[in-house]
């Protein structure tokens, strides 16, 4: 029987910066650590196009405008 202590262990990926600033290298990920950022761009594209759309809707702040 292997020994027990010899476990399959996971280490993270390389780490930029430092304290409140750390944060993984974007380089170093990969679509094996669960990292797939190939969508990132064209959602972003949409989130922004979504926002300006509500921004140019005329809006009902108070009561009188109801």
């Not at 010899?6 to 380089?27: Q, W």
């Not at 094996?32 to 702040?61: I, K, M, T, Y």
């Amino acid at each position: 029987m292997s020994d027990p202590l010899n476990k399959a262990t996971a280490s993270p990926p390389p780490v930029i910066g430092e304290g409140c600033l750390s944060r993984y290298d974007p380089d170093a990920l990969s679509p094996e650590d669960g990292a797939d950022f190939s969508a990132a761009a064209q959602l972003w594209r949409q989130l922004q196009e979504v926002s300006n759309a509500a921004d140019n809707e005329p809006h009902c702040d108070t009561e009188a405008d109801i």
